[in-house]
C-alpha cells in the first residue's frame, strides 16, 4: 500500500536556524510530490509542488525541496526560519489519478 | 476571488442526529474530495468526486455519504453521527495535481 512518513512529529528551533522537514514516501512508479503548510486555526495551503523536471524545487516564502527519486524523499527545507514559520506541515503524494496521500504531520515550533 | 467554501465551520451535535456539512468551489474543479484531520494521522480522505454524479470512497468512508449533484457543491452527509466521528473536516477541489482547501469544519458529537 502506498504511504507517506514524516518522521518527525515535533521540531522545535530558534529563529535564524536551518530547517530540514523529511518525507519519505513508498510508491515506484511516477508520482506529483507536495507540501502543505498549515497556520494555526487556519486551512491547508501549498506550499510547493514537484510534477517533473528539476528535482530542486522553489516554493513561496523561502522554501524549497529537494526530490530524490532513489531515496524516496522529498524533504522541505528552508535556511534560516523565522518565527511566523510556526505551523504544521504536510507532506503529500499523488500517484494516481484520484488518490493524494498526506504524511501524519510536522509541528514546527519557532522561539523567538 | 477564487474559494472553497464550508458550512458550518463549528458545529457540536448529539450521538445519532443526521447532519450535513456543505462545500462549495467557485473554480469549475471537477474533482473534489472530503478529509478528515486528526491530531497524529494527517489528512484522511473519506469520499472524493472526479465529476457530477460521479463519487467513490476514500480510506475512510465508514460512516459518510456524499453527493455531487452540481459540479460546484459535494456535501458531506453524516447520518448517525458517533462520537469517533469527532474531528476536523476539510473539503478540497482539485485542478491538475494541486489542491484547494476550504477552512475546515470542526465537530464535536456527543
Known amino acids: 500500500a502506498q504511504s507517506v512518513s514524516q518522521h518527525n512529529h515535533h521540531v522545535i528551533l530558534s529563529e535564524a536556524a536551518s530547517l530540514e522537514l523529511g518525507c519519505n514516501y513508498s510508491y515506484g512508479g511516477t508520482v506529483n510530490l507536495f507540501w502543505y503548510v498549515q497556520y494555526p486555526g487556519q486551512h491547508l495551503q501549498l506550499l510547493l509542488k514537484y510534477f517533473s523536471g528539476d528535482p530542486l524545487v522553489k516554493g513561496i516564502k523561502g522554501f524549497e525541496a529537494e526530490f530524490i527519486k532513489s531515496k524516496f524523499s522529498f524533504n522541505l527545507r528552508k535556511p534560516s526560519v523565522q518565527w511566523s514559520d510556526t505551523a504544521e506541515y504536510f507532506c503529500?503524494?499523488?500517484?494516481?489519478?484520484?488518490?493524494?496521500?498526506f504524511g501524519s504531520g510536522t509541528r514546527l515550533s519557532i522561539r523567538p | 476571488e477564487a474559494q472553497v467554501t464550508q458550512n458550518p465551520r463549528y458545529l457540536i451535535t448529539v450521538t445519532g442526529k443526521k447532519l450535513t456539512v456543505t462545500c462549495s468551489q467557485n473554480m469549475n474543479h471537477e474533482y473534489m474530495s472530503w478529509y478528515r484531520q486528526d491530531p497524529g494521522l494527517g489528512l484522511r480522505q473519506i469520499y472524493y468526486?472526479?465529476?457530477?454524479?460521479?463519487?467513490d470512497k476514500g480510506d475512510v468512508p465508514e460512516g459518510y455519504k456524499v453527493s455531487r449533484k452540481e459540479k460546484r457543491n459535494f456535501p458531506l452527509i453524516l447520518e448517525s453521527p458517533s462520537p469517533n466521528q469527532t474531528s476536523l473536516y476539510f473539503c478540497?477541489?482539485?485542478?491538475?495535481?494541486?489542491?484547494?482547501f476550504g477552512p475546515g469544519t470542526r465537530l464535536l458529537v456527543l
Open positions: 503529500a503524494v499523488k500517484s494516481s489519478a484520484s488518490k493524494i496521500i
Open positions: 468526486s472526479m465529476n457530477v454524479e460521479v463519487t
Open positions: 478540497a477541489s482539485r485542478e491538475g495535481g494541486t489542491q484547494y
